[in-house]
């Protein structure tokens, strides 16, 4: 039995990692953290637990935790960064779905996020939690940077093309759109459902935080610099995320030839559906699940390729992918827990 432990359970991502931890067999939650709420039971909060999980909030402590098999941290950025390291000296593995351990250049993420980073030491150790790339890593891991939600989406949706070394590196294009729970559960004038209802906006257009991130990880995939234009826009939705990513072709391409590229880039990965030709996934798709589905389109008349990629951004863009990290950390059989239909309509 895989002891687990949840700092920061009370926003978005720390409820979904409580719901797919819940009714497992082989993992018990033991460890719920919230100042806020200390004392108060979890089912008190999030009555959709109740029956499932028993536990009462407590305080964030070391020596509670320290008993623990896996500890996820469900924090805001630069929380993981201050205690994650006390915690893998005491032997625990640590899933962190915050950004902080995600950027490999410590410059770039203390520019990025605005305040030094105090654990420099951690940052090489990490493994970036992407396991359609990562998974061999992943086994051995003692530290996991979960992904975030629209690097995810984007990664997977260019990551044949770059590594074929089909596309242009330099001009690749990411128009993205996600739903509301992507913000997190803070209060926020434009959360509300009178500013976000019937409506839908760009943001981050001069820069996202998510930019260096994709950025880094199709470097990677494509053993070169990449130029790419990140264009995220928030939807009256409350999960998912659609990409629709756009890349050109350095060689002559077919619509067949790509679509069997995408099959067979994927064939083992259990958590992505590579629709047939034609297809134009939707959000609807994916919502509650842990799937990404894609579709690869060749437009002839612009020699473009566009690819489709949709996920729950609150599962494979968050605490499904942490889940599934764990499962490969413990090994445990990658879907455990996973393998659940998405929620129509």
């Not at 039995?1 to 720390?14: D, L, S």
């Not at 051995?140 to 590594?163: H, S």
């Not at 260096?212 to 409350?238: C, D, W, Y």
């Not at 060689?251 to 679509?259: F, H």
């Amino acid at each position: 039995m895989i002891k687990a432990g949840i700092i920061g359970a009370t926003g978005y991502t720390g409820v979904e990692l409580m719901r797919l931890l819940a009714t497992r067999q082989d993992v018990r939650v033991d460890v719920i953290t919230s100042r806020e709420l200390a004392g108060t039971p979890v089912a008190d909060v999030f009555p959709n637990l109740r029956g499932y999980l028993d536990v009462v909030f407590t305080e964030p402590d070391t020596e509670i935790l320290a008993a623990c098999d896996v500890v996820f941290y469900a924090t805001p950025h630069t929380v993981a960064m201050n205690t994650a390291a006390e915690l893998l000296s005491r032997g625990v593995r640590v899933i962190d779905l915050s950004a902080d351990f995600r950027l490999k250049d410590q410059s770039v993420w203390e520019s990025w996020y605005k305040t030094a980073h105090t654990a420099p030491e951690l940052i090489e150790q990490a493994v970036y939690g992407l396991p359609e790339v990562n998974r061999d890593d992943i086994t051995t891991a003692k530290l996991i940077a979960v992904p975030g939600c629209y690097p995810t989406a984007v990664q997977l949706g260019f990551l044949p093309l770059l590594e074929a070394g089909l596309v242009d590196s330099s001009q690749l294009i990411a128009d993205c759109k996600s739903g509301v729970s992507g913000a997190g559960k803070k209060a926020a004038v434009g959360s509300l459902l009178c500013e976000a209802g019937e409506s839908m906006k760009a943001y981050g257009v001069a820069g996202h935080r998510h930019l260096p991130e994709i950025s880094q990880g199709l470097t990677r995939f494509g053993n070169k610099a990449v130029g790419l234009t990140f264009i995220p826009h928030l939807t009256p939705m409350i999960r998912g995320i659609h990409a629709t990513l756009y890349a050109n072709p350095v060689a002559e391409v077919n619509q067949e030839q790509l679509q069997a590229l995408f099959e067979s880039r994927y064939a083992d990965s259990p958590f992505v559906d590579v629709l047939p030709a034609g297809s134009e996934p939707a959000t609807r798709n994916v919502r509650g699940s842990n799937k990404c589905q894609i579709a690869v389109h060749y437009l002839p008349e612009s020699q473009k390729i566009v690819v489709l990629s949709v996920i729950d951004n609150l599962v494979k863009g968050a605490s499904g992918q942490a889940v599934q990290n764990m499962n490969l950390m413990f090994g445990l059989t990658e879907t455990a827990g996973l393998d659940v239909v998405a929620l129509l309509p």
